[in-house]
């Protein structure tokens, strides 16, 4: 079956622009969780969804917001970009919360100029 | 208390050698432990994961030890081989918690087997 898709894979952004990253989990999935993985600070927990509801957040600013639909697919919205966003973000699901093994997505690379 | 160490930051090790990494955590709270495989442009992947009550457990070549007393655990990698060269990283959550399926991630250890 399908993996975890993100798109876009990879963008360019300037400084005090906003983003929005897309996630659609294996199917049958209703948790998903967003990370953010840099050079410097690894892999950073973002946010959970379940069931269209923000579960549990990691220590972000308020600029980096998510959501998740019905049909169980995410997105993550970034505003005011800042150069320091720079990062792989990854989109991971799983059957629920605190079930299973998380699986991945590939990914989409942001770039902030 | 959230934090999960990981050592060494690199390795390099001789094809059917053992690849040995090490992890170290604070919380005893966190009741899973998970290793990703992470091949460059490529998301992690779940390698083997372990819970508290388990000392070993092995899948195939690779193995995870689990010291609860030490706040410790082990990846080991018996016949290391070329395609096993990718970044491994360990991780800890607190799943029967508010936190879910939240992972708190090791740094990471790149792992580069010669051959």
């Keep these: 079956k399908a993996g975890v898709t993100q798109t876009p894979r990879y963008l360019i952004k300037t400084r005090g622009q906003q983003v929005t990253l897309s996630c659609s989990p294996i199917s049958g999935h209703r948790s998903v969780s967003w990370y953010q993985q840099t050079p410097g600070q690894g892999l950073q927990f973002l946010f959970e969804y379940f069931s269209e509801t923000q579960r549990n957040k ?5 600029r980096f917001s998510g959501r998740q639909f019905s049909n169980s697919r995410s ?3 970034v505003s005011t970009l800042e150069l320091g966003d720079s990062a792989l973000y990854l989109c991971a ?5 605190g079930a299973g093994e998380l699986f991945f997505g590939e990914g989409s690379r942001l770039t902030v100029l | ?12 090790v001789q094809k059917g050698g053992i690849s040995i990494i090490n992890c ?7 009741d899973y432990f998970p290793w990703y495989q992470q091949f460059p442009g490529k998301g992690p992947a779940l390698l083997i994961a372990i819970r508290p009550d388990v000392s070993e457990k092995k899948e195939g070549r690779f193995t995870i030890s689990f010291n609860k007393s030490a706040k410790q655990f082990s990846l080991h990698i018996m016949d290391s081989q070329p395609g096993d060269s990718a970044t491994y990283f360990c991780a800890a959550s607190m799943r029967a918690s508010q936190a879910g399926t939240a992972l708190i991630f090791g740094k990471g250890t790149t792992l580069s087997v010669s051959s």
């Design chain 1, 58 to 62: 990691g220590n972000f600013p308020g």
């Design chain 1, 75 to 77: 997105e993550m919205n």
């Design chain 1, 93 to 97: 699901s799983s059957l629920g919360r």
């Design chain 2, 1 to 12: 208390q959230q934090q999960v160490k990981q050592s060494p930051q690199s390795l390099i």
């Design chain 2, 24 to 30: 170290a955590y604070e919380n005893t709270a966190f």
